[in-house]
């Protein structure tokens, strides 16, 4: 595993919804890259929203969304 990473950061990203803006209301998981680049530029929100929309970033930035596919079909 990845130092610091936590599992239950990564389960909540297919099960959060985001708490403002634009996408209130959405699954993180479903939240478009150029959403994530914004915040990626202006800075992430501290806290857990934070680590989790960074983590999201990461996946989704770098090819990883198999990652989030699998995590969908556990928690259905």
Same mark, same amino acid.
Request: aromatic residues 12%; charged residues 25%.
């Given at each position: 595993?990845?130092?610091? $990473?936590?599992?239950?950061? +990564?389960?909540?990203?297919?099960?959060?919804?985001? /708490?403002? =803006? !634009?996408?209130?209301?959405?699954?993180?998981?479903? $939240?478009?890259?150029?959403? +994530?680049?914004?915040?990626?530029?202006?800075?992430? /929100?501290? =806290? !857990?929203?934070?680590?989790?929309?960074?983590?999201?970033?990461?996946?989704?930035?770098?090819?990883?969304?198999?990652?989030?596919?699998?995590?969908?079909?556990?928690?259905?």
């Amino acid at each position: 595993m990845i130092e610091g $990473l936590q599992p239950e950061i +990564l389960s909540s990203l297919v099960t959060a919804e985001m /708490p403002f =803006g !634009k996408y209130k209301g959405w699954k993180l998981c479903d $939240l478009p890259v150029y959403y +994530l680049e914004w915040f990626a530029s202006k800075g992430f /929100p501290a =806290g !857990k929203l934070g680590m989790q929309l960074a983590t999201l970033y990461e996946i989704k930035t770098n090819g990883l969304e198999e990652i989030l596919t699998g995590l969908k079909k556990l928690k259905k």
